[in-house]
């Protein structure tokens, strides 16, 4: 599957934002997709995780409230709508797709490979 993100940009602090992640080349159905972001000079973190068919959701602590991932299979895309940004969501934002869905929140601690990634998207909120 190839994934391409989209959607970023420059935001105010406590403005909004939704990325999108467009699928093709395999069924997007058939995999469990996820976003992550990377600073800069910081290390890539998991931000949420989302399974085939959008029924079980999984998001890291620290974003529970004000991030929300949701998918559309007919479409083909993965979306991750952020509200209340902050300067430190500042970021490039990455979208990955794994078959298994336990890969997409577990691939940053155990550096298992996932099946695909796309191409980043920046965000920037300014304060």
């Known amino acids: 599957v190839q994934l391409q993100a989209s959607g970023g940009g420059l935001v105010q602090a406590g403005g909004s934002l939704r990325l999108s992640c467009t699928a093709s080349?395999?069924?997007?159905?058939?995999?469990?997709i996820g976003w992550f972001r990377q600073a800069p000079g910081k290390e890539r973190e998991f931000v949420a995780a989302?399974?085939?068919?959008?029924?079980?959701?999984y998001y890291a602590d620290s974003l529970k409230g004000r991030f929300t991932i949701s998918r559309d299979n007919t479409e083909n895309t993965l979306y991750l709508q952020m509200n209340s940004l902050k300067p430190e969501d500042t970021a490039v934002y990455f979208c990955?797709?794994?078959?298994?869905?336990?890969?997409?929140?577990?691939?940053?601690?155990?550096?298992?490979?996932?099946?695909?990634w796309g191409q980043g998207t920046q965000v920037t909120v300014s304060s």
């Open positions: 990955a797709a794994d078959t298994e869905y336990y890969k997409i929140y577990t691939t940053i601690a155990t550096t298992e490979p996932l099946d695909a």
């Open positions: 080349g395999r069924t997007f159905s058939n995999y469990a």
């Open positions: 989302i399974n085939w068919n959008g029924g079980a959701t």
